[in-house]
């Protein structure tokens, strides 16, 4: 269930202070219908105290949010069964197997059995059979993975999923993260693991003293970036000519390479090497974490309580 433009997730200068400390401030998201959506910030931006909102685990100091086509306060229970939740910091049933609890959670959600729950779990390689307490830190977070998709939510919710995954078991995680959005389902994927957001997601937003920072595919947030050019030429060339370009912000030189900082288009830049013989050209997109690093680099404010 979704509303006719698509969008699954809407919020509208959504507010949350703890007494003195704020959590997030006018913060205004849109999620639409089948993207996998990056929700980005170091540990105490505010990424989760958006998640306990959308979820109306807690109460916002002023604004709104919307899910599903619905306030977040007033959803109806039958909507909220279509949320799959993975918390970040999970408690479960220590004395309950893994699939004893997932009968449990589907009971609760009125299935008639347990859905994709085998299939994930063997995907995942997720004992079932073992007490919840005897489970690893890592064999843990895929039983919560496992509750949060086993029965095709319209909406997962995921907060810092592939804690305590090992790099195979991440990898089909994507994996399956890429078949929800494939399936026309939607993920609202928090982390501060950029590498996971950037193997998965469509869109993304990065936290900053509690705001977003920026909103953006994340293909369009890359190009925005910084990038490094390495020209080799057969013979030392003049720098000067390069750092007056309108897309150059710095030239660094060694013997017969200059390494130049671009932003935007790089026509100018062929143009001028063109003149000259060109032996190789190296260029380096900035990944994600760099071009978190550029939003981040002066900020040390603590934001609050919310992570």
Do not use: C, W
């Not at 920072?213 to 390495?230: D, N, P, T, W």
């Amino acid at each position: 269930m979704t509303e006719a433009n698509g969008v699954v997730v809407r919020t509208r200068g959504l507010t949350k202070s703890y007494g003195t400390k704020r959590g997030i401030v006018d913060v205004d998201l849109e999620v639409h219908a089948g993207e996998i959506f990056g929700y980005l910030g170091p540990n105490g931006s505010g990424k989760s105290t958006t998640i306990r909102l959308l979820l109306d685990l807690i109460r916002p100091t002023h604004g709104t949010a919307e899910v599903l086509g619905h306030d977040a306060h007033n959803a109806p229970l039958e909507l909220k069964r279509q949320i799959g939740f993975l918390p970040g910091e999970m408690a479960l049933y220590e004395r309950m197997t893994g699939r004893d609890m997932l009968r449990y959670f589907a009971y609760l959600r009125g299935m008639s059995d347990l859905g994709d729950a085998d299939s994930l779990a063997e995907r995942l390689e997720a004992d079932l059979s073992r007490p919840i307490r005897a489970l690893s830190r890592g064999n843990k977070q895929k039983v919560g993975i496992v509750q949060a998709l086993m029965h095709r939510p319209a909406l997962a919710i995921l907060d810092e999923p592939s804690s305590g995954l090992d790099p195979l078991v991440q990898q089909e995680f994507y994996r399956i993260l890429r078949e929800v959005r494939a399936d026309g389902r939607t993920v609202f994927l928090s982390s501060h693991v950029l590498a996971e957001v950037e193997h998965t997601a469509d869109r993304v937003a990065i936290l900053r003293q509690g705001h977003p920072a920026v909103i953006s595919g994340l293909a369009e947030l890359k190009a925005q970036a910084l990038r490094k050019i390495e020209l080799y030429f057969s013979a030392p060339v003049s720098p000067q000519e390069f750092s007056r370009l309108p897309s150059v912000r710095g030239v660094r030189v060694e013997n017969s390479m200059l390494e130049l900082v671009v932003e935007g288009m790089v026509d100018d830049i062929i143009k001028v090497a063109s003149r000259y013989r060109v032996e190789n050209v190296i260029s380096r997109e900035q990944d994600l974490e760099e071009v978190f690093l550029t939003y981040y680099h002066d900020n040390t404010e603590d934001v609050g309580e919310g992570t």
